[in-house]
């Protein structure tokens, strides 16, 4: 972690890893935090002080010691979500006016995009991807179809070009055969009062903002939203999201280098879980799957849909690693296999045509999972405050996992809370 360095954090499996509390944690070492792709389909949970914030849009440094906050020209930003979280934060006391900045470049979500989200959601039927809602997809699109609505756009003639672009829409919506627009007008009232809000916060180049940090020699921490099995090139597509959640989606969502990347932390819980639809190989349907759920409290952040709970996949994390160049691993959720006699870990797929591969192959739709038991360590981890506690199956755990995965862990998080982070 040098200074002049850009550092990333992503989630590793599909999202809900626990980056918000990481990066939370990490903050202090840094001079910025930057978001640099997703929107408000990201929830990010922290808890500190007995109080617990969740983040959507905004970046999870704000809470550490007046740290600059950037969210990125590859978000996708609504501006009524974006006022009703910053005014939450600013009346429990985190003013961000003066620290946070957002790109000029990053696109507007409309109040329409969302109806679209919908409306496409609807048309797929029985292969809907289970959106979050908040009309990322058609945002995104808009982007690379070259028709989007940016943060620099509401500086001038904002009227009218919203004006055109809604007009695009409900001609879109019209093809599709949709008729609902219930409480619409309220919707695109709060979304303008929103554009006003944003207002008093600086509109910047965030580019230059970001590599002339890096020439004062300071640091900065770029925060992933989703995970890397969400990304629209290499997670399970087309059950992904539409933005780039790897590494290198931090390049193009802030206009930063390659070269200037140093550390990429992987962020992974001990187990895996997933929202929405698509292909999750090892997904537990009995009642082991359930106790994951509730003793890892898993519903979902945004959206308070139940997550899908299954063992941790090591082809899946390996493949993570992989495509994001993970540098150092982060484990989440250590503590909620606390009571679990046998933990089990897929270290291979059997394909349908019966050959064992350890390489995620294209569709893992009918692949099956090929376990290594281990033996669960049955110790309530939650009040540990050194790796020196560790009971020796849990030691052992660990170090299975770095030797399959080649990585070294250097973060354990064994509970919610800020002070619940055993750094190595
Ligand atoms: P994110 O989207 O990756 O930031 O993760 P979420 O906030 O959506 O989901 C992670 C959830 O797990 C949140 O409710 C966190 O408060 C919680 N959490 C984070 N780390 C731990 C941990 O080590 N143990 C437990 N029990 N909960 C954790
Ligand atoms: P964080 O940052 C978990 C999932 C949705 C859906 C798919 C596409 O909190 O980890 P979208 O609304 O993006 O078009 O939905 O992606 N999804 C997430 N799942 N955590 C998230 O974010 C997610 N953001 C999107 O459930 O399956
Ligand atoms: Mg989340």
């Given at each position: 972690m040098e200074t002049g360095k850009v550092d990333v954090l992503l989630g590793l499996q599909w999202g809900d890893e626990g980056k918000g509390k990481i990066v939370d944690v990490l903050t202090p070492r840094y001079d910025v935090v930057a978001r640099f792709q997703g929107g408000p389909n990201a929830g990010h949970t922290l808890e500190f002080e007995g109080q617990k914030y969740v983040l959507r849009s905004i970046p999870s440094g704000i809470f550490q010691g007046g740290k600059v906050n950037i969210i990125g020209n590859g978000v996708v930003l609504a501006p009524d979500l974006f006022m009703s979280e910053a005014k939450d934060l600013a009346a429990s006391g985190h003013p961000l006016a003066e620290r946070l900045y957002i790109s000029k470049k990053a696109h507007l979500i409309m109040p329409t995009h969302r109806i679209l989200d919908k409306a496409n959601e609807a048309a797929k039927g029985k292969e809907m991807v289970g959106t979050t809602g908040k009309g990322i997809g058609p945002t995104y699109t808009d982007k690379t179809s070259r028709h989007g609505l940016r943060v620099g756009d509401i500086l001038e003639n904002f009227d009218e070009k919203y004006a055109k672009h809604k007009a695009r829409h409900l001609n879109m919506l019209k093809a599709l055969g949709w008729t609902d627009f219930e409480g619409f007008e309220e919707t695109e009232k709060v979304w303008m009062e929103g554009v006003e809000y944003m207002k008093q916060f600086r509109f910047v180049d965030s580019e230059h903002e970001i590599n002339n940090t890096l020439r004062k020699d300071k640091s900065i921490l770029c925060e992933g939203a989703q995970g890397t099995m969400l990304d629209v090139d290499f997670g399970s597509y087309p059950f992904v999201t539409s933005s780039n959640?790897?590494?290198?989606?931090?390049?193009?969502?802030?206009?930063?280098?390659p070269n200037k990347i140093g550390n990429v932390f992987g962020i992974m819980k001990a187990y895996c879980t997933r929202v929405g639809s698509g292909p999750f190989p090892t997904e537990l349907f009995d009642e082991t799957g359930t106790l994951l759920r509730d003793l890892g409290h898993e519903y979902g952040a945004v959206t308070g849909r139940e997550r899908r709970c299954g063992w941790i996949d090591l082809v899946q994390l390996r493949y993570s690693i992989m495509v994001n160049g993970v540098t150092e691993l982060i484990m989440m959720k250590s503590d909620v296999l606390d009571t679990f006699k046998t933990i089990k870990a897929c270290v291979a797929y059997e394909l349908p045509n019966g050959e064992t591969t350890t390489e995620l192959p294209y569709d893992i739709t009918d692949v099956?999972?090929?376990?290594?038991?281990?033996?669960?360590?049955?110790?309530?981890?939650?009040?540990?405050?050194?790796?020196a506690q560790f009971p020796a199956e849990f030691k052992e755990y660990v170090k299975f996992l770095e030797d399959f995965l080649e990585t070294r862990i250097s973060v354990i998080s064994i509970g919610p809370d800020r002070a619940q982070t055993i750094i190595r």
């Open positions: 959640t790897i590494s290198a989606g931090a390049c193009t969502g802030l206009g930063i280098g099956k999972p090929v376990y290594k038991e281990l033996k669960g360590w049955q110790t309530d981890m939650t009040q540990f405050t050194s790796e």
